[in-house]
Nanobody
């Protein structure tokens, strides 16, 4: 089992920044990729960003490229998502997820991730 716990969500004005963190614990030695997904009200879970733990390759949704950055602090077993230039369309619950898929670039589909955190609310006011 792998446990994931997000933190860092909140309310921010459009154009502002937030940094999400995801603490990772448990049986992590088989985890090959980590990702961030988000779900806005009434919408499906949407891929945001992912990082391969094999070679550090990252991938981003087109809607967040150039604004969001995914990173990993291996020593602290923590995943981060730095979100800049936030827009109202970024309002959603953000989930971190862990995958066993040993591929690079990292997987981007919901079904390729085995473990999920409870989520952190991000609200961007316009």
């Amino acid at each position: 089992q792998v446990q994931l716990a997000e933190s860092g969500g909140g309310l921010v004005q459009a154009g502002g920044s937030l940094r999400l963190s995801c603490a990772v614990s448990g049986r992590t030695f088989d985890v090959k990729a980590m990702g961030w997904f988000r779900r806005a009200p009434g919408q499906d879970n949407e891929f945001v960003a992912a990082i391969s733990l094999i070679d550090g390759t990252t991938d981003y949704a087109d809607s967040v490229k150039g604004r969001f950055t995914i990173s990993r602090d291996a020593a602290k077993s923590t995943l981060h998502l730095q979100m800049n230039s936030l827009q109202s369309e970024d309002t959603a619950v953000y989930h971190c997820a862990a995958s066993y898929y040993p591929v690079s670039p990292p997987p981007t589909r919901v079904g390729e991730y085995r473990y999920w955190g409870q989520g952190a609310q991000v609200t961007v006011s316009s």
